[in-house]
């Protein structure tokens, strides 16, 4: 049960990063140069009033800042959680052997805790680059934090912390380790009605 349930996440996430694909292409048609803000490395950037897909996923209360990323060989990233690529995937074919983490540091502004009622949706943040997109793997983000969920998470009111982001790099996609490493990567935060998008270098190797 457990394995059919992780082909079937993975099988939704590459339905869904194709579906996103397919709105980003679209709307970049579309766009003006005024409504696209790159945001260099290290730079915080503050979701304001601006959303992914519906206004409903409004995070005006929160900021981010890229403090770091790495590209590393899903085996090499294992090692920290004392497991492996085969127990990882429990006699399953892999779908994803390289991950792209990428450290961010989040604040809630927010001052009081009564008002506090945002979140930040991981399934609508997306790292971008060049025709590719990545989307945080549930099943690494569960090693990273055992005790949340992999929907999303939210600050305390006025708080930050750093964040690991795991995001799969699918096999699919045909792209090695070192082609990951030296593509030009964004994470994209907002899509309306400004399009936002932070610049993310990761480490050398």
């Given at each position: 049960?457990k394995?059919w349930?992780?082909?079937?996440?993975?099988c939704?996430?590459?339905?869904?990063?194709?579906?996103?694909g397919?709105?980003?292409?679209a709307?970049?048609?579309?766009?003006?140069?005024?409504?696209?803000?790159?945001?260099?490395?290290?730079?915080?950037?503050?979701?304001?009033?601006?959303?992914?897909?519906?206004?409903?996923?409004?995070?005006?209360?929160?900021?981010?800042?890229?403090?770091?990323?790495?590209?590393?060989?899903?085996?090499?990233y294992?090692?920290?959680?004392?497991?492996?690529?085969?127990?990882?995937?429990?006699?399953?074919?892999?779908?994803?052997?390289?991950?792209?983490?990428?450290?961010?540091k989040?604040?809630?502004?927010?001052p009081?805790?009564?008002?506090?009622?945002?979140?930040?949706?991981?399934?609508?943040?997306?790292?971008?680059?060049?025709?590719?997109?990545?989307?945080?793997q549930?099943?690494?983000?569960?090693?990273?934090?055992?005790?949340?969920?992999?929907?999303?998470f939210r600050?305390?009111?006025?708080?930050?912390?750093?964040?690991?982001?795991?995001?799969?790099?699918?096999?699919?996609?045909g792209a090695?380790t070192?082609?990951?490493r030296?593509?030009?990567?964004?994470?994209?935060?907002?899509?309306?009605?400004?399009?936002?998008?932070?610049?993310?270098?990761?480490e050398?190797?």
């Open positions: 049960m394995n349930k992780k082909i079937l996440a993975v939704l996430a590459v339905v869904f990063c194709t579906g996103v397919l709105r980003i292409w709307v970049n048609l579309n766009r003006n140069d005024g409504e696209r803000i790159i945001y260099p490395m290290g730079e915080t950037a503050a979701y304001e009033d601006d959303f992914f897909v519906n206004a409903d996923d409004i995070r005006s209360d929160y900021e981010v800042q890229i403090v770091s990323a790495k590209v590393t060989p899903l085996e090499e294992l090692k920290e959680f004392d497991t492996t690529p085969e127990e990882f995937w429990d006699g399953e074919e892999p779908l994803f052997s390289t991950v792209y983490e990428v450290e961010a989040f604040r809630n502004n927010c009081s805790e009564d008002d506090s009622n945002q979140h930040i949706d991981l399934v609508n943040t997306i790292l971008v680059t060049g025709r590719d997109w990545y989307q945080v549930e099943d690494l983000w569960l090693l990273v934090y055992p005790e949340t969920t992999p929907n999303g600050l305390s009111a006025d708080s930050e912390m750093v964040v690991r982001l795991p995001f799969a790099v699918l096999n699919h996609t090695s070192e082609y990951v030296n593509k030009d990567t964004y994470l994209l935060i907002s899509m309306w009605p400004t399009e936002k998008l932070m610049q993310v270098i990761p050398k190797s």
